[in-house]
């Protein structure tokens, strides 16, 4: 059986992307024959300052997503990063196979350099790429669904296994990453050239818990473009584009029956039909996460439940590279 794991970060509300991008396709896969393992990846969160109790409250918030979004924890481990020692552990020890040259190539590093000055950065941001190595490769994952703005970590993260498994043997699975060619990469409402993203304006992405009218508001404020012409083509219209694949998502028609649908019509009234079924799709899902949340006692055995299938396969992996670099481990 194929294994995936991926993560979420608890910081900010999570978006259309989050769903479209990750959690919805985490829950259709549980009907592929896959093992599955998520986690909700707090200890990335804090290379950047976090409310304490914000960073808590989001943590329990995205375990009731995943279970809303149709995660079965029935059949997936749904785990909390921080509560499982191996991660911290693992981290300590691949960062000593990865040089300070190929975390400086980190993309994400580079872009927020750029914006501020290279010395003021923390060191947990300059080497959480190793951390997410660490992530991935404790539980032998075969596969990592990812946006494609994460190929270049997930490709970092062979190369620290191929390198381990050189020195010390096949410890490590190299994993192999996976996009969704539809939904991997939901871009921006107010600059289609960017991924939507919860740290930008308000307008320029649709959170999960938005109002129905904020929804549809703003959809309706979306930029398009100056051709009044509703077609797919991501080069010379990404804006419409992004909201064709959104629309494909949420109404489960092709892309180009959605251009049919709306061959005489203008910009207006595809965005508001847009909006509203957003809007409405969103609104049931809000409802089934407030009955998820408030169960406190689900929550916390689902948690229990993923932290133990996690902890076992996590440690074992631990123990095993200790042993072959000559560290000793034992759990008391």
């Not at 107010?190 to 992405?205: G, I």
């Not at 051709?227 to 494909?248: G, H, M, T, V």
């Not at 689902?302 to 396969?313: P, W």
């Not at 200790?322 to 560290?327: D, F, R």
Request: with cysteine; glycine share 6%; net charge neutral.
């Amino acid at each position: 059986m194929k294994r995936i794991v991926s993560g979420i970060k608890p910081t900010g509300e999570l978006t259309l992307g989050n769903y479209l991008g990750a959690m919805k396709r985490w829950a259709e896969m549980e009907n592929e024959n896959i093992e599955s393992f998520y986690f909700i990846a707090n200890l990335h969160a804090i290379t950047v300052r976090q409310d304490p109790f914000q960073l808590r409250k989001r943590t329990f918030d995205i375990v009731a997503w995943l279970i809303t979004c149709g995660v079965n924890p029935e059949k997936s481990l749904i785990f909390i990063q921080s509560m499982i020692p191996a991660h911290t552990e693992i981290c300590w020890v691949l960062t000593n196979y990865v040089t300070i040259g190929e975390l400086g190539k980190m993309t994400q590093f580079k872009d927020k350099v750029s914006k501020s000055s290279r010395e003021g950065q923390v060191a947990g941001l300059f080497e959480y790429p190793v951390l997410m190595a660490g992530d991935v490769l404790l539980y032998d994952a075969d596969e990592v669904p990812v946006g494609d703005d994460q190929m270049q970590h997930l490709e970092l993260t062979r190369n620290i296994a191929a390198r381990f498994n050189n020195l010390y043997g096949q410890t490590f699975k190299e994993p192999k990453g996976t996009v969704s060619k539809i939904t991997a990469r939901i871009m921006s409402l107010k600059n289609p050239e960017s991924k939507m993203s919860k740290s930008e304006t308000e307008d320029s992405y649709i959170a999960l818990e938005d109002k129905p009218e904020d929804i549809i508001k703003k959809f309706k404020r979306a930029v398009t473009d100056s051709e009044n012409q509703i077609r797919f083509d991501s080069e010379s219209k990404p804006a419409i584009s992004n909201l064709l694949n959104i629309y494909s998502a949420f109404s489960e028609k092709s892309i180009d029956e959605i251009v049919s649908d709306y061959k005489n019509e203008g910009y207006g009234k595809f965005k508001t039909d847009l909006g509203e079924l957003v809007a409405s799709k969103l609104d049931i899902l809000q409802k089934r996460f407030k009955e998820i949340r408030e169960d406190e006692e689900f929550l916390l055995k689902t948690i229990k439940r993923g932290n133990s299938g996690a902890s076992e396969i996590a440690d074992k992996k631990v123990s095993e590279v200790y042993e072959k670099i000559g560290l000793v481990y034992h759990r008391f």
